[in-house]
Nanobody
C-alpha cells in the first residue's frame, strides 16, 4: 500500500504563501495522477489540484486557479502544492492523494479521481 506523508502546513496571514510537500513511499509515476484535496470542518474533502503523471497536465479547482501550482519531483517521489495569495477561505486540512486508476476530471468546480491512498493531512490556517 502506497504511503503518503504531507508537510509544510502552518499559520500564515492573508496574502502570504506556503508550499506543501507530499512524500510517497513509492514511485508516484506508477499511478496516473496525484492530487491535493482540502477539507474544512463539517464538509467533505474536495479536490483542488491534480497532476497527470503521464504528461504533467494539471487541473485546478476554480477557487484556486491562478494562485496554486501543483508539481512533482520524481527523483524524490514528492509532490508539491505552491499556494500564493492565501485567503482565510483557504484554511483547511490539506491531503495528498495518489494510487488512482484514472486520470483526474474536472467536476462541479473541483477535481476528482478514484484515489485509494491518502496522507494524514497537514493543517493550513490563514488569518485575516
Amino acid at each position: 500500500q502506497l504511503q503518503l506523508v504531507e508537510s509544510g502546513g502552518g499559520l500564515v496571514q492573508a496574502g502570504e504563501s506556503l508550499r506543501l510537500s507530499c512524500t510517497a513511499s513509492g514511485r508516484i509515476s506508477n499511478y496516473p495522477a496525484i492530487a491535493w484535496y482540502r477539507q474544512v470542518p463539517g464538509r467533505e474533502r474536495k479536490g483542488i489540484a491534480c497532476l497527470s503523471t503521464t504528461d504533467d497536465h494539471t487541473l485546478y479547482a476554480e477557487s484556486v486557479e491562478g494562485r496554486f501550482t501543483i508539481s512533482r519531483d520524481n527523483a524524490k517521489n514528492t509532490a508539491y502544492l505552491q499556494m500564493n495569495i492565501l485567503t482565510p477561505e483557504d484554511t483547511g486540512l490539506y491531503f495528498c492523494a495518489s494510487n488512482s486508476t484514472t486520470l483526474c476530471i474536472y467536476y462541479n468546480e473541483y477535481v476528482w479521481a478514484d484515489f485509494r491512498s491518502w496522507g494524514q493531512g497537514t493543517q493550513v490556517t490563514v488569518s485575516s
